[in-house]
Nanobody
């Protein structure tokens, strides 16, 4: 599976942005997909995840209620809709995928074997 993230940019606080991750692979719908981010001087952190087939979603507390992860299986894409953006959301955002992952590890970056190249989101105050 190859992943290609896009959609980053500069936005004012309170604004919205939609990230997209395009994937290759015929069985991509079965994969768990996730978004992680890495802010300046920070470690990579979990943002949101979506289980394959079942549709279960999971969000970091910091984005719950503001971000929505979704997928379009026929188009092999995963989106992250980000609303009410804050300056602390500034980061490089990465999409990731895993063919087999247990629920308890869904927020653990090391459990994902496939990564996109990252797209920069900058939120100005």
């Amino acid at each position: 599976v190859q992943l290609q993230a896009s959609g980053g940019g500069l936005v004012q606080a309170g604004g919205s942005l939609r990230l997209s991750c395009a994937a290759s692979g015929r069985t991509f719908s079965r994969y768990t997909v996730a978004w992680f981010r890495q802010g300046p001087g920070k470690e990579r952190e979990f943002v949101a995840a979506l289980r394959g087939n079942g549709g279960y979603t999971y969000y970091a507390d910091s984005v719950k209620g503001r971000f929505t992860i979704s997928r379009d299986n026929p188009r092999n894409t995963v989106a992250l809709q980000m609303n009410s953006l804050k300056p602390e959301d500034t980061a490089v955002y990465y999409c990731a995928a895993s063919q087999t992952i247990i629920l308890s590890a869904i927020a653990t970056a090391s459990q994902y074997g496939y990564w996109g190249q990252g797209t920069l989101v900058t939120v100005s105050s």
